[in-house]
């Protein structure tokens, strides 16, 4: 069982929005960065965001995160067909000195 | 081009090594952190270890799962990581991926990504 919780599932038509829950804990989430990765079946991660609401070059700003507390959001507007993926948050934790991962979700587009 | 290519996965038998390599090109190998990311078969992503470069310590960290049993190193005379993974469990396996940070300083938000080696552990 995954430290950072993620919903295992969301789904949402062409064109909708959508957000990706991470609850986490005061060590991880609210005193350190979130990133945020999608993941096609049989590649590899990609980096969405970075720093809780950065995006590296190259990233298109339909995707976006945000932070409050020990939980963060990534949100997906102008859904695609191309966003269904598996999509994973990240976070250092204080206290365990490790790299946390959620148990990722996967965006379904209806 | 930023390159991260690993070696070294293969099958191997529960209790036995195995010593992973992640070469790598295209950047300053000995300014930045290197991490290993593992997943297991239709699993989610899991944090293996991290080795900071020298300006930061050299120090590392590991995932609880993995303390005592593995351990990170780097050579960056030759940009070279590895990971030697010993006492092996089945639990173990998993695709084995190499990784490196969107920052110099930072230890994650990893932007980097080689194509992974697979690591079975069976008997």
């Known amino acids: ?110 | 081009e930023v390159q991260v290519v690993e070696s070294g996965g293969g099958l191997v038998q529960p209790g036995r090594s195995l010593r992973l390599s992640c070469s790598t090109s295209g950047f300053t190998f000995g300014d930045y952190a290197m991490s290993w990311v593992r997943q297991a078969p239709g699993k989610g992503l899991e944090w293996v270890a991290i080795v900071r470069s020298k300006r930061y310590g050299g120090t590392s960290d590991y995932a609880a799962s993995v303390r005592g049993r593995f351990s990170i190193s780097r050579d960056d005379s030759n940009s070279i990581a590895y990971l030697q993974m010993d006492s092996l469990r089945t639990e173990d396996t998993a695709v084995y991926y190499c990784s490196r940070g969107i920052l110099i300083e930072r230890s994650d938000a990893y932007q980097v990504w080689g194509q992974g080696t697979d690591v079975t552990v069976s008997s």
């Open chain 1, 1 to 110: 069982q995954s430290v950072l919780t993620q919903p295992p599932s969301v789904s949402a038509a062409p064109g909708q929005k959508v957000t990706i829950s991470c609850s986490g804990r005061r060590s991880n989430i609210e005193f350190n960065y979130v990133s945020w990765y999608q993941q096609f079946p049989g590649t590899v991660p990609k980096l969405l965001i970075y720093d809780n609401n950065k995006r590296p070059s190259g990233i298109p700003d339909r995707f976006s995160g945000s932070k409050s507390g020990t939980s963060a959001t990534l949100g997906i507007t102008g859904l695609q067909t191309g966003d269904e993926a598996d999509y994973y948050c990240g976070s250092w934790d204080s206290n365990l000195s490790e790299v946390l991962f959620g148990g990722g979700t996967k965006v379904t587009v209806l």
